[in-house]
């Protein structure tokens, strides 16, 4: 059973708005290596675990309840890139719509035009080609040395991917984003790479995948230098088994430890997302939005005498 | 940010196993109108949310969560459905694989080849025919009435088909969880029609569809009878405004009132998964075993006495 | 500018349901060469025709129109055979769900499990495995010869993969309407390739693809006798000129001359479809039933009077 | 069975070519809310439908026969717009080909490169993304109400993007087919909601969605001021029930009444489309020309005096 | 550039045709692990190589070239499988369309209808599901390490897969050709695992994947017994580098050693496939097979004469 | 059983790096009717024959083989106009990523982000609007008539689309490979036509579509003045009954001739491609490789002393 808590993993850094970076940012999201594809892998694979390895049963878990917050993460940043779209870049586009002003110009900026038709400048569950997310994506073999590998070449890719799109772009909103991805991703591969360790492999000095030094990107440094790639998180209310794997020398064999936790040390306040009149969204019109104040407000009221009455 | 408890938010009920009835209960797992559709649905409404209508959002997002944990109940159903299923219908069929024998019989009675060769007898993600799941299933329009009416169609056509499901088999493993899900979707119908309700919207008596009495099935009378099918749970361990909008009168406008909770009064445990040679899973060899029996022993080992040098 | 009259252009010829049937048929209908293909592809080719060659826009034109009415006959053809699934072959099956038995041996002998949970035992846009209908199926060059030529090969694949179909059963439902596509295939295989007789080619001996005495099978034998397979119809309520290809020896270089009509000698009574409790269809409870027939009662009482009063 | 004639349900306003909007326009054609998808939508309701509620059957059917139209009209607005597109934008771009002069960078305005490479400049069966129409997009479920909801959700969502797709660009062709699109969309909303009106619900103030004045599009408003936006017409040669339920008060709620007709009462002249030597289309060369012309020319004379003969 | 010679990698072996089996063995050559994957994966790799990794760039292309052959392998299987499919089991079913009886039992045996109406029982581009191969199963990454990694866990999932299948059927048809896969999967493994030891990984006891004695398969363990499991082919007419990766002691690290050769020992001849009239296949009708065996004996004569006549 | 040989079947012409001609250029790979499809199409045909008709299938097969080369030869076009892509057009772009600048500039001009992000700017399986090349597309309907329709109308789609792409650019890389296929693809139009002609087909003057002068493209007119589209080679190492159908005059109907040789008189090196460290390709930091290297240089010398002991 799956809870939430309103806060984000990592924040939602201010920058401009831009909406070819939102583009590149959906192949993270929903591309064949993106966030949907480990959440649901991992799922998957944890729902169908054959056998009582129930360590490593717990490391797989613990990480695909990470990716639904990262699902989060990634959608909440594409949104935040592609909202007001048009004031991007020296606020070359007007208010879109303004005077009745069309807004192809933006829309074409935005590459993918159901950015704009469908998506009300919101992340769509597609990759930045536009094809969308395809369950053939999910692998889920049963065969737990086949399952890990398989997931040591996912993270893998995905990281590769997020480190050529973050050399694509210096909007500061999707480098703070894809940067604690890069992390996390390193942190996974590390995770399913000990779990093989555990069987008797020696990963020498391939690891992590793509092979350089990450921390020469700022925003990556600062948080390798917080310790982000080396822990793991749970997010288990009843307790884990998980750091009977996640724990002692990191698989990279560069002297580095890993740590279990249950959750990370920090939270981020979620930004919300402002109205959006030319897109209709939410887009009540005066009437109606009277109308649900006033109803929401009396049921309020009601609510709270009920529960007045009742104490 | 998600969390997760090891147990289930309904039983699974014992039968015997049944790959048919299995194959059509992958209709709601992966089918256009499953839990996968809906809780990515709902996730990227609750992701995507426009403007300040903080108890539309918190009602969408309480929902979403539910779905991950409906999601979790339905694989581990159709895993249930599947395993050992060459022993199904009055042991039809031997012990698979055993002395060499061929399981063709038992993967034919399966109906999706992909259950026996690539789900190693697990759930995948699609339909009862055969169809990955694809994500442009997803509609989230930014538009908070069409989101509403587009919801309210979505847990409709899942009720629909999940009555016809129900009807395919006698199975008590399938049909519990099938009574179970036919009582949540009315539940999921309620809380949008009353969305749509504060907006003016009056339903007479059309509500629920489809409109017959579905406390003649005895799975689901039972769970009317404890009001499953009136209830919500918003699943938020920070608190949620889903109240101003899921209470009061229930839209079926039977008599009915509608009570949001924060979780289901009851939870079960988890049955796990017997391994499966004939599938290789997990298909650690004797030697593999004892080596990750070993390391894992050791590990809890020094950690143990690690935390009491510590303490 | 598009009309209809509720009539069909083949008549619905009784006999017992046959589910499987039922399924091969789909591939004629939604298949990558069955009629929502040529409907598709002609439409799109007449409607993004260029230059003023009249005659061959016409012609394409005429035989997209005939698409639409196949693409009913045949869904409806389906529907028929699916129709009371459960009585199938000697009433093997019980009245589906009566005393709440289980349906699921019939929805197994449906094949396509869509049949029963989706699609009401009602034709889908789907072929005989089950994979959706797509648009990549369509095409439409712009370069007359390439078009034509296309659609020649379009026509014989769908003529071929229907005899194909004839030989699978012998339902008396299916082989009258396959009796009849492939009749008219081949009319369509004559049009197109007249049409490329006018630019010179000269096609021998090698039509109709598949060459073979298709008057072998009985019930195609009678349409032949009849002319079908010689005529083609243009349904312009505005006249065409169509016949200005279409008319003068056949290209099957066979001794048989093409005829133009504007529609049809013939046409027959659609028979309509029963309710099915078992799928909720149409599904209006007794309440509503009553709601729903007492309203357009009133109202076309109502209407009347307006008119009377009127006139 | 249907018929044709070759006039458009609304007329194709000149402007320049500009390929960007005839993308964006893509969606309205064969996007997942798009014309495509509603006139399939409709023909497999009417094509499946059960019981005896012949009046809902002629409302939906109906609906199914205009949308044909609506390809059409929208199929040739596309072409417009594409065609000549690279004297798009002050004829920045010179005659393709011109000189042997390379046509890329008109390719890449045209977004999709399909529109040059495969389409021959002309409407292709995709949506704005590039994705091919899908057959899974036709939502036909049996059940009466939930079909009727289905279908307003379809219209309500094809009418915000559209909606969307109006503020994209200033073209006049585009806005012309999009307008009227909209006020269509509009009719299409009062006939589902009219029809579950019927059953007991009340709209209150939501209709139509999205809810704003559209009046404020000018050429939206000349349409509403003549009534299309309350019109229906059952283009049946043979009589429909359509009136029984199109009729009387708006489902608006704002003093308008719904009014049935067979047929738009005005229709407007096809404008063909032009040779387009670039794109070998149609590409008869002279000698294949003139021996097209001759053969029909020569066939008419033949028929003439056939027919003269036979007078 | 590729050249051809028309022999088998590994022979067809004589049984009844089992078109359940045929449909099984689809998923080892249409899956998303099958040998359609496996050949483009690696001929992509090979193509889009980067550097100067010669060796690398060798063995990755060389596998490539034996994955065609493994193609056709696979096809000729499936299709002998599926060829005369109405004698399957104890000639159960009578030759196809025998005056006029219908196919539709057999064509239910064959699970896929395609194989009947489409593919004229023969071997088709799709999974054992129906569903056709996809471009996005290609991996091709660019990165040395990540591409090796991937191709070891492909390999590794498609030898799961062929283990399972193997357990499927009792057909030695079936079973001939699964067993080669088998083993040649294991080389593969090899070969990637290998190359990945040359930058330091050390496997253990891992490999191979699924880690298990496959001799205990009667027909793998001849194969074993001569080596094919640890022999890679270069295919190459100009000399290959891949021994320098492909030599010395296996990754298995079970005491045995790779060898590289040119091609396999052994060839086998193509034993050809029947006409099936009930398929038209090929379906020249007398007068055309004569017209086709007089025009190539006349040009065969002319060709020989001529030859003689420059001798 | 397929070889191969390092060399190339056309140049790869020098000129400027061109991300928009690349992405142009993925159409006659991965497009419906790209390079891809042709060598599968006709690979199923070969594998897949029924019958006695020995010159026929040689035929098919020998321009299978051939096709393998064609997708070889386009990728490395493609990755060839990819690469370096940010020195684009008078060295627009900068040398990506140096000192750490965004590529999103290049990345854009590339229309598919995905040549960027996840093809390490190589060719990948998909066409110009960014779909995934899919199985359906492979047409084998076993009726050879019918198959060598297809094929013709196969080859005259793909030399079509290949004359629009030769107009969109001037580039010569691009040009120098289309201008190859377009001629290359008339000589296989020649080759189905051919042998439909031995079946009594007059060709008139419809041939080869599209239907004008190719030779006004320069680079095509050099490779006809050579005969390039009038040979066929046959790529057997065991002889082939080609020559049989393609021989004597063309079915162009122009006074040309057909020659069918073993293989082109001419072929071409393979230039490769250097490493690109903003794709982490091929990615081996300094410690890798010259463990690689090290490794690699000690095995060839064992190898040359165990051989040199040998002899």
């Known amino acids: 059973m799956f809870y939430h808590a309103q806060k984000l993993i990592n924040p939602i850094v201010a920058d401009?708005?831009?909406?070819?970076?939102?583009?590149?940012?959906?192949?993270?999201?929903?591309?064949?290596?993106?966030?949907?594809r480990t959440m649901m892998q991992y799922l998957f694979q944890s729902f169908n675990f054959r056998g009582d390895g129930k360590a490593y049963h717990d490391l797989i878990q613990g990480i695909a309840i990470e990716e639904i917050s990262h699902v989060e993460l990634i959608s909440k940043t594409i949104s935040r890139l592609l909202d007001g779209a048009p004031e991007y870049h020296g606020k070359k586009f007007d208010v879109p719509g303004k005077g009745g002003a069309a807004t192809m110009e933006m829309a074409k900026e935005q590459q993918n035009p159901h950015h704009f038709i469908v998506g009300a400048q919101g992340a769509l569950p597609v990759d930045a080609a536009g094809n969308p997310?395809?369950?053939?994506?999910?692998?889920?073999?049963?065969?737990?040395?086949?399952?890990?590998?398989?997931?040591?070449?996912?993270?893998?890719?995905?990281?590769?991917?997020?480190?050529?799109?973050?050399?694509?772009?210096?909007?500061?909103?999707?480098?703070?984003?894809v940067a604690f991805l890069i992390a996390r991703d390193e942190a996974h591969e590390m995770a399913f790479a000990k779990a093989l360790e555990t069987l008797g492999v020696d990963w020498a000095k391939i690891l992590p995948i793509p092979k350089f030094d990450s921390s020469k990107y700022p925003e990556v440094k600062k948080l390798i230098d917080a310790g982000i790639n080396?822990?793991?998180?749970?997010?288990?209310?009843?307790?884990?088994?998980?750091?009977?794997?996640?724990?002692?020398?990191?698989?990279?064999?560069?002297?580095?430890?890993?740590?279990?936790?249950?959750?990370?040390?920090?939270?981020?306040?979620?930004?919300?997302?402002?109205?959006?009149?030319?897109?209709?969204?939410?887009?009540?019109?005066?009437?109606?939005?009277?109308l649900a104040d006033a109803l929401v407000e009396v049921k309020v009221k009601i609510q709270k005498s009920a529960k007045e009455s009742k104490e």
């Open 133 to 177: 997310w395809c369950g053939s994506y999910v692998h889920c073999n049963g065969n737990l040395i086949l399952d890990l590998l398989d997931n040591l070449v996912l993270e893998s890719t995905g990281r590769l991917q997020k480190c050529r799109i973050y050399q694509m772009s210096k909007n500061k909103t999707l480098r703070a984003t």
């Open 16 to 36: 401009e708005p831009d909406p070819s970076a939102a583009n590149a940012l959906q192949e993270g999201l929903g591309g064949q290596f993106g966030e949907m």
């Open 230 to 290: 080396r822990e793991q998180y749970h997010f288990r209310l009843d307790g884990s088994q998980m750091a009977a794997i996640f724990s002692g020398p990191a698989p990279a064999n560069d002297g580095t430890e890993l740590i279990t936790l249950a959750e990370p040390k920090q939270s981020y306040p979620d930004p919300g997302a402002p109205e959006r009149p030319e897109e209709f969204a939410p887009g009540l019109d005066p009437e109606l939005q009277a």
